[in-house]
């Protein structure tokens, strides 16, 4: 406190409480008014479902707002169209796609509500400004880079008529075929 706020009037130091009260109680408001906007939000968003086809129409990926995998589905003809490899390819670029569709709408519908140019910052307080609008803890992927990277693979992959690669590893089915019948894969 400055050495003028000791030697106000009680009438001054009335008139600066009232105003300072009026300001908390403005910010109090908005902030009700912000929590119950993103409460509101937050259940509207968790009803959102994002769905993603690849352009072959082989693979289909459907994922909830936060980019969380809820479904996974191929066609008859996955198999027959494509390599193991291939088709591992198309459906992770496909998750990625509809995971980063649905986690730049959900930050796109976020971010009105963390502007902050209306809160009047307090003097000794940290700014909610930087700490607010400082961006996403992770950058989503990018829906149409992970779409144009599939297409230019399926493009440059019909060009090289190559061979499908097959690797072969361990087989352990046959291995223990007691324990796999018992309760194993089958």
Same mark, same amino acid.
């Given at each position: 406190?400055?050495?003028?706020d000791?030697d106000a009037?009680?009438?001054?130091?009335?008139a600066r409480?009232?105003a300072?009260r009026?300001q908390i109680?403005?910010?109090?408001?908005?902030?009700?008014k912000?929590?119950a906007?993103i409460?509101?939000?937050r259940e509207?968003?968790?009803?959102q479902?994002?769905?993603?086809?690849s352009d072959?129409?082989?693979?289909n990926?459907?994922?909830?707002? *936060?980019?969380?995998?809820?479904?996974?589905?191929?066609?008859?003809k996955?198999?027959?169209? *494509?390599t193991?490899?291939?088709?591992?390819?198309?459906?992770t670029?496909?998750?990625?796609?509809a995971? /980063?569709?649905?986690?730049?709408?959900l930050?796109?519908?976020?971010a009105p509500?963390?502007?902050?140019? *209306?809160?009047?910052?307090?003097p000794?307080?940290?700014?909610?400004q /930087?700490l607010?609008?400082?961006g996403?803890?992770?950058?989503?992927?990018?829906?149409?880079a992970?779409?144009?990277?599939?297409?230019?693979?399926e493009?440059q992959? /019909?060009r090289?008529?190559?061979a499908?690669?097959v690797?072969?590893?361990?087989d352990?089915?046959d291995?223990?075929?007691e324990?796999?019948?018992r309760?194993?894969?089958?």
């Open positions: 406190m400055s050495g003028q000791f009037s009680s009438e001054e130091k009335a409480n009232a300072l009026n109680d403005g910010m109090l408001d908005d902030l009700r912000r929590t906007d409460q509101e939000k509207s968003a968790a009803q479902t994002f769905e993603v086809t072959d129409g082989v693979v990926v459907r994922v909830d707002a *936060t980019g969380t995998v809820q479904e996974v589905r191929l066609s008859d996955a198999f027959e169209r *494509t193991p490899e291939k088709l591992a390819r198309s459906i670029s496909v998750i990625r796609e995971s /980063g569709t649905a986690q730049r709408q930050q796109s519908e976020f509500m963390a502007d902050t140019s *209306t809160v009047p910052e307090v000794g307080m940290p700014s909610l /930087g607010l609008n400082s996403p803890f992770i950058t989503p992927p990018d829906p149409d992970e779409r144009a990277q599939r297409r230019n693979e493009s992959s /019909g090289s008529a190559s499908p690669q690797q072969a590893g361990p352990d089915w291995d223990d075929w324990s796999n019948r309760g194993g894969r089958r």
